[in-house]
């Protein structure tokens, strides 16, 4: 069965040969932005384990019992972790160390997908420790998170670290049209507010949430007062950081009077054009460069999210 999934073929060719050296690591540490792909690869990576198909090089044949069960979330030896509310709490790593003595039921080793790694509390987090340092040679850990800092450094390196990385917009919106026959409009606006990462794109489309090309609030908005409303708004749609820059991008592309087709959002030209005025260069450089500053702050710091995205839209509204 060929790979179905979409894109990263380096760690998809990398685990592959880890299967075939029969060099599995005990735990892993997959690193990359919300939606991009880390939980999919990380099920992949199980079946290859799983597969009962037995081919050279490992491949997923998709069809053997071992497959089909990774695939209906019915295998015996997989198991995810998900974080309860808003925390990945102890009681449930003293759980997983209590299973994972145990030898597997039915393949080789027993894999362990705990997501979200980054919502563990210190408590949580030390207690883990322990299993990192000797995992059972029959477990397979695999840790996802999209704030590798927000981890210890023991944690870290402890763990082989694989890291997943967005796809460019434009190729992501070919790919929704070509492979999933969304409008090349529609698939454009996708692939912009999904920040070009696949899952976050997928879910959008599954849900039916095909993002319009309505200018951000917080362009045409002069009023300090409505930073802390704005600022609300991307706390709870953080995905929609990466995508303000591409307007503001297309602000300073008007300016400069550059071609048209390098506008990206150019079903909404005509209003952009209109607010062109208000602002000058330096403004547009700096409002990218402050999106910028605050969206790495949040990924890769413990930083107050709507403390950082206040002050960003205060200083975006000045």
Not at 245 to 253: A, I, M, N
Not at 255 to 281: D, F, K, M
Request: aromatic letters at 6%; charged letters at 20%; one cysteine or more.
């Amino acid at each position: 069965m060929q790979n179905q999934i979409i894109g990263h073929q380096q760690v998809i060719e990398q685990l592959q040969h880890t299967v075939a050296s029969e060099r599995i690591a005990g735990a892993y540490l997959f690193v990359g932005p919300t939606g991009v792909g880390k939980e999919t690869v990380a099920r992949y990576f199980a079946q290859l384990i799983f597969c009962q198909q037995g081919t050279h090089p490992p491949t997923v044949c998709g069809a053997c019992l071992a497959c089909r069960k990774v695939n209906s979330s019915n295998h015996p030896d997989l198991q995810f972790i998900r974080p309860e509310g808003s925390l990945l709490k102890i009681g449930q790593i003293r759980a997983l160390q209590k299973q994972i003595i145990y030898e597997p039921l039915e393949a080789s080793r027993k894999v362990y997908i705990l997501t979200d790694v980054e919502r563990m509390n210190a408590e949580a987090e030390n207690c883990l420790l322990k299993t990192l340092e000797e995992p059972p040679a029959a477990t397979v850990l695999i840790l996802l998170t999209s704030n590798i800092r927000a981890l210890l450094p023991t944690t870290r390196s402890r763990c082989q670290i694989l890291q997943f990385h967005a796809m460019p917009t434009q190729e992501l919106a070919e790919i929704l049209v070509e492979q999933f026959s969304v409008a090349p409009e529609q698939a454009t606006a996708l692939a912009i507010g999904a920040d070009g990462a696949i899952g976050t794109a997928l879910t959008h489309l599954e849900k039916g949430d095909i993002r319009t090309e309505e200018v951000p609030e917080i362009l045409k908005e002069t009023d300090p007062l409505t930073a802390f409303r704005l600022a609300e708004h991307f706390k709870d749609n953080p995905e929609t950081l990466g995508e303000l820059v591409t307007w503001y991008r297309d602000l300073l592309f008007l300016q400069q009077g550059a071609p048209i087709e390098l506008i990206t959002h150019i079903h909404s030209i005509a209003e952009l054009q209109s607010i062109v005025p208000r602002y000058s260069r330096l403004r547009i450089q700096q409002a990218i460069q402050t999106v910028f500053d605050t969206k790495s702050l949040i990924d890769n710091t413990n930083t107050n999210a709507t403390l950082a995205l206040e002050v960003m839209c205060l200083k975006l509204v000045k």
